[in-house]
């Protein structure tokens, strides 16, 4: 019985060192770049996209920020949508299946 107690011990330990980490790499923030440097596109450690610059070099136009506004927004759009049909497969996926609602799965 010490040996169940001491597992289940253990089992909280690494659930509250998971829960430390996925909030560590949430915060996360990364640049990527292109062109020499000439794109930067900033993502949490979720894959949100935070920011893009564009090099105003690459344009003849002097609208960049709407350009840069419009790219995060459809960025936003598009991972909303995938979220969503993501959702709706899990749910066709474990339909009958006695999970709670709002449960994630870890894929």
Do not use: C, N, W, Y
């Not at 011990?9 to 062109?35: F, P, R």
């Not at 709407?66 to 049909?85: N, R």
């Not at 993501?86 to 009958?96: F, M």
């Amino acid at each position: 019985m010490r040996d169940i107690m001491g597992m289940m011990g253990k089992v909280k330990e690494m659930q509250a060192k998971m829960e430390q980490l996925q909030e560590e790499i949430a915060a996360l923030t990364v640049d990527g770049t292109s062109g020499g440097g000439l794109v930067t596109v900033t993502l949490d450690g979720k894959g949100g996209m935070r920011g893009l610059k564009v090099d105003p070099s690459l344009f003849k136009e002097d609208d960049v920020e709407i350009l840069e506004d419009l790219i995060v927004a459809a960025h936003k759009d598009a991972k909303d949508k995938a979220e969503a049909l993501a959702a709706e497969k899990t749910k066709a996926l474990t339909a009958g299946l006695p999970i709670p609602p709002g449960f994630k799965l870890p894929f």
